[in-house]
């Protein structure tokens, strides 16, 4: 006879062999052991619903994201955000986020102009999380794989060093990667790597090409286009301008549920002078009730430190 049985962290092993029998598996299962932890989940008492036939787990439902209710159904909706290179004006930025208690992770090469200096990154470190981004921001493409390892491998040692505690996560500088890149980020011991490229509102297959919904900014227009004709937005000031987007996108998850995941570069803020239209989009997508807010490693582990 088929059961339906609550998921417990204790499940976790009766539950794998379903994982793994999915030909798109692709996380290690440790990673996916993190899953299983009780992070995601103060609302609930329990981690989903499987299956059960003859002491057999047939299936599973996980429930990964927060709840809310919308029109009277519950919805599963979390929220994240990245921003890239590490410049001064990130300490604007981290202020903005604080106010409006919407979590993220910064990632930062070691060599850039206007850089954060050491106390700075400390000092986000304490509310954000801190991702690693290469030391210098090469195309790992474009360079030896030998470069590309130094890159990677020494932008984890680097912030580890001063930080004082593990870096989970990476993201590749202009979102260029590789198979070969991949697996260097893998080994290096990063438990998932952030791409540039736009997806859907679900979890990544593999957490070495990490998609995101959403660049705050109007410089890329094919990229909006490619976000305006995924989510089907059809609204001209959708395509137009990356804050109705922003808005219109989280309005789509909070009525679909997923992960909505945002990410930019502080720089450009001030270049542009859009901080009025950063600040407006960060209250819109505040405080929402059933709405988690998240740093990019949390998706897998504690924030590290
Ligand atoms: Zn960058």
């Known amino acids: ?130 991702g690693a981004h290469t030391l210098s921001q090469p195309d790992l493409t474009k ?39 991949r ?8 438990i998932a790597a952030r791409t540039a490229e736009p997806g859907g509102l679900d979890l990544p297959k593999d957490p070495y090409q990490w998609h995101i919904t959403l660049f705050a900014s109007n410089n890329s227009p094919l990229m909006a286009l490619k976000i305006w004709w995924r989510f089907h937005l059809w609204k001209p000031g959708a395509l137009l301008d990356w804050e109705n987007r922003a808005k219109s996108l989280f309005d789509l998850a909070l009525e679909k549920g997923g992960i909505y995941h945002i990410y930019g570069h502080s720089a450009e803020f001030g270049r542009t002078n859009e901080w009025d239209k950063l600040e407006r989009m960060f209250k819109y997508i505040s405080n929402r009730d059933g709405v988690k807010y998240m740093t990019n490693g949390e998706i897998f582990e504690h924030s590290p430190g």
């Open 143 to 181: 360079v030896s794989l030998s470069e590309a390892k130094k890159e990677i491998k020494d932008s984890k040692e680097y912030l580890e060093e001063l930080l004082g505690h593990s870096v989970a996560m990476f993201c590749y500088p202009y979102g260029t990667h590789n198979k070969d890149v």
């Open 1 to 130: 006879m088929v059961t339906l049985e609550k998921v417990t962290v204790d499940s976790f092993e009766k539950v794998f062999p379903l994982f793994e029998d999915s030909s798109e598996l692709i996380i290690p299962k440790k990673y996916f052991q993190r899953l299983f932890t009780k992070y995601w989940d103060e609302q609930e008492d329990c981690l989903g619903y499987m299956l059960v036939n003859e002491d057999k787990v047939v299936g599973y439902l996980g429930y990964i994201f927060s709840k809310r209710m919308c029109n009277n159904k519950s919805y599963k909706f979390c929220n994240l955000t990245s921003w890239d290179d590490g410049t001064i004006t990130d300490l604007k930025l981290a202020e903005l986020l604080e106010k409006y208690g919407i979590k993220a992770t910064f990632y930062l090469p070691k060599f850039i102009d206007n850089s954060l200096q050491r106390k700075d990154i400390i000092a986000i470190d304490q509310k954000f999380e801190i």
């Open 183 to 190: 697996e260097i980020a893998r080994s290096s011991g990063f």
